[in-house]
T-cell receptor, first 117, second 119 residues
Framework: GAGVSQSPRYKVTKRGQDVALRCDPISGHVSLYWYRQALGQGPEFLTYFNYEAQQDKSGLPNDRFSAERPEGSISTLTIQRTEQRDSAMYRC???????????????FGEGSRLTVL | AQKVTQAQTEISVVEKEDVTLDCVYETRDTTYYLFWYKQPPSGELVFLIR??????QNEISGRYSWNFQKSTSSFNFTITASQVVDSAVYFCALSELAYSGAGSYQLTFGKGTKLSVIP
């Protein structure tokens, strides 16, 4: 696609439910990142992939959060047993090459806004 | 640990004024990247610039300019002759190169500065 596409754009769920957020990166982009942005704050790194391999998940808050990118393209961020504190904008970004080997631009999607009641 | 501080929470200027957004960073690495992103009211994050820690040359792109001072760990952003369309939240970010087979953009963002340009 023309840009990074995320779905759903808005998700309202009840505490305790599981949610899955999808990211479709720009075609051919090698690296894919997940960030979380609370209201009034800057984005916070969660995890990233090079191709299908999850390189670092140190930013995931706890084991209720997981991410996958099985075929090296589309990625899913899953939050199990959601809590109110999980409410935030979840942003996906992709970059064309491996870091250090490209222009350095991360292309961000419009985000998925999650509200946990 | 790395940290980015944008001390200015909100700034208002009148159109055509110049404005500088401050960014101070902390890192133990000698090799790192610095970024600026713009988040307009529509919510997307727009990349503006990436600078390498080895390159302290200032950069100018149209009305935008960036002043990288390694001695003071600052990477300030100036908009000349501001316009209403410049109204947005601006984020400064830092990336230490974490090699796990390849580098990554694990950006640490500041809290952002909200710029309002009044017509």
């Amino acid at each position: 696609g023309a840009g990074v596409s995320q779905s759903p754009r808005y998700k309202v769920t009840k505490r305790g439910q599981d949610v899955a957020l999808r990211c479709d990166p720009i075609s051919g982009h090698v690296s894919l990142y997940w960030y979380r942005q609370a209201l009034g704050q800057g984005p916070e790194f969660l995890t990233y992939f090079n191709y299908e391999a999850q390189q670092d998940k140190s930013g995931l808050p706890n084991d209720r959060f997981s991410a996958e990118r099985p075929e090296g393209s589309i990625s899913t961020l899953t939050i199990q047993r959601t809590e109110q504190r999980d409410s935030a904008m979840y942003r996906c970004a992709s970059s064309p090459g491996l870091a250090g080997a490209d222009t350095g631009e991360l292309f961000f999607g419009e985000g998925s806004r999650l509200t946990v009641l | 640990a790395q940290k980015v501080t944008q001390a200015q929470t909100e700034i208002s200027v009148v159109e055509k004024e110049d404005v500088t957004l401050d960014c101070v960073y902390e890192t133990r690495d000698t090799t790192y990247y610095l970024f600026w992103y713009k988040q307009p009211p529509s919510g997307e994050l727009v990349f503006l610039i990436r600078r390498n820690s080895f390159d302290e040359q200032n950069e100018i792109s149209g009305r935008y300019s960036w002043n990288f001072q390694k001695s003071t760990s600052s990477f300030n952003f100036t908009i000349t002759a501001s316009q209403v369309v410049d109204s947005a939240v601006y984020f400064c970010a830092l990336s230490e190169l974490a090699y796990s087979g390849a580098g990554s953009y694990q950006l640490t963002f500041g809290k952002g500065t909200k710029l309002s340009v009044i017509p």
